[in-house]
């Protein structure tokens, strides 16, 4: 298996403009995740993905960022209109399951860069 | 909600030494998983190594190994015979069956020749 795929690994773009991540998570893993990554706060867990239904989204820092999952081999982080505190490094990642012995399975993410 | 303490920003190591990176955590759980991830300079979040809590061996990864301390809410990872390759950000990480990894911020290891 390639693994988890997100594209693009890099994304500069201007403040307000729209930005669209993807990830394509392992086939057959029920669960996709969702990190940000910045100096200040570490990892943080946006939003989680169970058979393609949104289970936990208390992360998402505002109405400005949605995901979604129309099906199970992909998934979008969208965030409009972006601003320069978005920029971070975002990770896409999937499991088979929930239990606490699985393992997640991390993309290679994607940096953006918000001028 | 659970915490997850990484008390060292930056460790540094010589070749061949061994190395031992610190992470605290804080929960009321009594069953749940500990794991070390490496994220080398190409960012891919990479799994070492994984501890449950109901078990009191130690986990054991080739040159990996870990000193868990269930009462001590300690899980520490130590690195034997450290290589060029070890060079990376450690992060440790908690969760209980049902949630999401929660992760501690860091630490930045240097492995010198």
């Known amino acids: 298996d390639a693994g988890v795929i997100q594209s693009p690994r890099h994304e500069v773009t201007e403040m307000g403009q729209e930005v669209t991540l993807r990830c394509k998570p392992i086939?057959?893993?029920?669960?996709l995740f969702w990190y940000r990554q910045t100096m200040m706060r570490g990892l943080e867990l946006l939003i989680y993905?169970?058979?393609?239904?949104?289970?936990?989204d208390s992360g998402m820092p505002e109405d400005r960022f949605s995901a979604k999952m129309p099906n199970a081999s992909f998934s979008t982080l969208k965030i409009q209109p972006s601003e320069p505190r978005d920029s971070a490094v975002y990770f896409c990642?999937?499991?088979?399951?929930?239990?606490?012995?699985?393992?997640?399975?991390f993309g290679p993410g994607t940096r953006l860069l918000v001028l | 909600a659970q915490t997850v303490t990484q008390s060292q920003p930056e460790m540094s190591v010589q070749e061949a030494e061994t190395v031992t990176l610190s992470c605290t955590y804080d929960?009321?759980?009594?069953?749940?998983?500990l794991f070390w991830y490496k994220q080398p300079p190409s960012r891919q979040m990479i799994l070492v190594i994984r501890?449950?809590?109901?078990?009191?061996q130690n986990a054991t990864e080739n040159r990996f190994s870990v000193n868990f301390q269930k009462a001590a809410k300690s899980f520490s990872l130590k690195i034997s015979d450290s290589q060029l390759g070890d060079a990376a950000m450690y992060f440790c990480?908690?969760?209980?069956?049902?949630?999401?990894?929660?992760f501690g911020k860091g630490t930045s290891l240097l492995v010198t020749p």
């Open positions: 990642a999937s499991s088979l399951g929930l239990a606490g012995e699985e393992t997640q399975y």
């Open positions: 086939s057959g893993h029920d669960y």
């Open positions: 993905f169970n058979n393609n239904v949104p289970i936990d």
């Open positions: 929960t009321s759980e009594s069953d749940y998983y």
């Open positions: 501890q449950e809590a109901y078990k009191q």
């Open positions: 990480a908690y969760r209980t069956s049902g949630y999401a990894l929660n």
